[in-house]
């Protein structure tokens, strides 16, 4: 659907975004990792980036256990994608001085659901790695933010696309 949207005359094919929460926070940095060249810019909520961190009762349900399907385990793992994610320091920013590409993540601390180890993981990698990306943790963030924590999450995220979509 991105080649698509990119073939219209009134998108810009360089400035399109994704987000997601969850299942969707994974997708979204699959997308950003496996695709930056169609997919620029993604705010990824408490996804999960190595299933064998997942609740083994859903997990195990569609992916059998990690001894009996290692592949499976390995090629859905979004760790293993950090490599083509092209943020990275020190490469030149697109006009205005925004980066071509950027991935913003997000998690609660108190995550019941995904726990916080995930994004701890990714964040690792992309620090090791050298990427470039935004982060802001939630102390004891649920999954799926509240309250104050709700409001100040779809306030930063307005920002995070004006920013890199429209260049305010």
Known sequence: WAAYLKSLPYVDGDKIGVEGFSFGGTMTCMLLMQAPDMFHYGI?????????????????????????????????????YVEGYPASYGNPASDGGVAPVMLKLTHGTGDDNVHHQNTLQLNDVMQREGKSFDFMIYPDGMHGYRGYQGEHFRQ???????????GR
């Open 156 to 166: 930063a995220n307005r920002e995070f696309w004006l920013k890199y979509l429209l």
């Open 44 to 80: 990824a909520g408490g996804g999960v980036y190595d299933w064998a961190l997942y609740d083994s009762h859903y997990t195990e349900r569609y992916m059998d256990t990690p001894q009996n399907n290692p592949e499976g385990y390995e090629v859905s793992k979004v760790l293993n």
